[in-house]
């Protein structure tokens, strides 16, 4: 496991569950999964083991459009290679995007402006091609 953070059972339970599912996740999602199959895990270890994985690159945090924090295993994180992400309104699926473009706006902008050191996130969000649109079904 990367990080420098020690192996406990609960966080390899949160860790598991997290590259096990599909798209971003919430935190309460992920410990209801944890939960309903048994585990004894109580909510605020698995914001506390998702934010471990955070900081040691093994996962991505995205807000929503209503703020609230989603989180996905993330394989792009290991590269060290910034990443961006389409994620569907609908259904949290979400897609990698791997681009150029907006690192050199962002750097050019804050280079304007005398700034170093600069992090970002990009998350465009969108309504996917399987989920329908307005509430009407797609053909």
Request: proline letters at 3%.
């Amino acid at each position: 496991m990367r990080g420098s953070h020690r192996g406990t059972r609960q966080s390899e339970l949160v860790r598991k569950a997290l590259a096990d599912s599909a798209g971003f996740v919430s935190a309460q999602a992920l410990f209801a999964e944890l939960r309903s199959s048994g585990d004894n895990i109580s909510l605020s270890t698995v914001y506390r083991q998702l934010q471990v994985l955070v900081t040691a690159a093994e996962a991505d945090v995205i807000h929503d459009p209503n703020g609230q924090s989603l989180y996905r295993f993330c394989g792009l994180a290991h590269t060290g290679r910034k990443h961006h992400h389409l994620v569907c309104r609908s259904c949290a699926r979400s897609a990698e995007i791997d681009s150029g473009v907006p690192e050199e706006w962002i750097e050019a902008v804050a280079s304007e402006h005398g700034y170093r050191e600069v992090d970002w996130t990009l998350e465009i969000f969108g309504i996917c091609p399987r989920c329908p649109d307005d509430g009407r079904a797609s053909a």
